[in-house]
């Protein structure tokens, strides 16, 4: 069974600083999904990594896969309040033919916080 | 429409009642899935549908729970005599998995929030 685990689950941050949020999981996968939750909120796409080494940046966000590791990383540059959520990783182990298995496995979700 | 849809949007019921809950995919999009968020909690997978057909409903909690999928398009989730564990918000997403193949990017609708009294 798949098991994918995120740390930290709760992080507060003061502005300006530097943090990462790491997401492992316990199966040989490519592909991997980072999800941001506002509160109340529903979930929104924020990057999709489908190879190893594949890093993907948005604005203060960035991306990256290790598949031989099992780890993801989504790593937070000088933060921003608008920055505070709840952020998820989620895997899929796919199948042998190089498709989808059509179910996504999600981490516990990590509560960011961001502060003067 | 442009994005996956829900509705109701909120539902408070009585413990031992029926409800329906009802999600819209993105056009196209061959493949559908509900979840279940508790307060504070991550998601938990409910069921998938590929096409009208449910290769995955290992998350469905209990017998109470059921769904179904028309036309390729309209899910419907009914919990039948609904307790108070049953309070949740319940996501649905659609992706184009089958057509794209690799990427399995879900698309999250904005939930139904059910409260059971």
């Known amino acids: 069974e798949l098991k994918v685990e995120q740390n930290p689950l709760f992080l507060s941050m003061q502005e300006g600083k530097n943090y990462t949020i790491y997401c492992n999981y316990s199966t040989t996968s490519d592909r991997l999904y980072w999800y941001r939750q506002d509160p109340g909120k529903s979930l929104e796409s924020l990057f999709v990594l489908l190879s190893n080494g594949a890093v993907k940046q948005e604005g203060r966000l960035m991306a990256s896969l290790d598949t031989k590791a099992r780890l993801s990383t989504l790593h937070i540059t000088a933060a921003v309040h608008d920055l505070s959520a709840t952020y998820f990783c989620a895997v899929d182990i796919g199948l042998a033919g190089g498709t989808s298995y059509g179910k996504l496995t999600f981490g516990q979700g990590t509560i960011l916080t961001v502060h003067p | 429409g442009a994005g996956v849809s829900q509705s109701p949007s909120n539902k408070v019921t009585e413990k031992g009642k029926d409800v329906e809950l009802r999600c819209d995919p993105i056009s196209g999009h061959t493949a559908l899935y509900w979840y279940r968020q508790r307060l504070g909690q991550g998601l938990e997978f409910l069921i998938y549908f590929q096409g009208n057909s449910a290769p995955d409903k290992s998350g469905l909690p209990s017998d109470r729970f059921s769904a179904e999928r028309t036309g390729e398009s309209v899910s419907t989730l009914t919990i039948q005599r609904t307790q108070q564990e049953d309070s949740a918000v319940y996501l649905c997403?659609?992706?184009?998995?089958?057509?794209?193949?690799?990427?399995?990017?879900?698309?999250f609708g904005p939930g139904t929030r059910l409260t059971v009294l």
């Open positions: 997403a659609s992706s184009l998995v089958g057509l794209a193949g690799k990427n399995n990017e879900q698309f």
